[in-house]
């Protein structure tokens, strides 16, 4: 099953990484730098998930969160946060502002696909 996924995230080595592990299981990728950029390309893509880093500058990811989830057309693509921020309330915080979850940074490539392929109910073979 190919699937479409857009990351938005400024550091470049992490969206390289990303895209690489997703790529290599068969899944297209595109990739943005700033919030402002990954919602222009929702705008004119369909996406089957969307992987957003949380602190970014300009526009972070809650205001991307909360654009996407104010549009009914996005209301039910997986939404999941990839982010160093794993204090206390965090998880609280990232979950109440419309992400459907989130992935520590920096994230554990053996498991990585697993992880995002499961928000789309992708079994391992």
């Given at each position: 099953?190919?699937?479409?996924?857009l990351?938005?995230?400024?550091?470049?080595?992490?969206?390289?990484?990303?895209?690489?592990?997703?790529?290599?299981?068969?899944?297209?990728?595109?990739?943005?730098?700033?919030?402002?950029?990954?919602l222009?390309?929702?705008?004119?893509?369909q996406?089957?998930?969307?992987?957003?880093?949380?602190?970014?500058?300009?526009?972070?990811g809650?205001?991307?969160?909360?654009?996407?989830?104010?549009?009914?057309?996005?209301?039910?693509?997986?939404?999941?946060a990839?982010?160093?921020?794993?204090?206390?309330?965090?998880?609280?915080?990232?979950?109440?502002?419309g992400?459907?979850?989130?992935?520590?940074?920096?994230?554990?490539?053996?498991?990585?696909?697993?992880?995002?392929?499961?928000?789309?109910?992708?079994?391992?073979?």
């Open positions: 099953m190919t699937t479409k996924f990351i938005i995230e400024d550091h470049l080595d992490n969206a390289i990484l990303f895209a690489y592990l997703l790529t290599a299981s068969g899944h297209q990728v595109l990739t943005a730098e700033t919030g402002q950029e990954g222009e390309m929702v705008l004119s893509e996406f089957d998930l969307i992987l957003c880093d949380i602190c970014m500058p300009g526009m972070d809650y205001e991307v969160a909360r654009v996407i989830r104010s549009n009914p057309r996005w209301d039910k693509v997986p939404l999941i990839i982010t160093a921020q794993v204090m206390t309330g965090d998880r609280e915080k990232i979950l109440t502002s992400f459907d979850g989130y992935l520590s940074k920096p994230i554990s490539p053996d498991v990585f696909v697993q992880q995002i392929e499961s928000y789309l109910g992708i079994v391992p073979s």
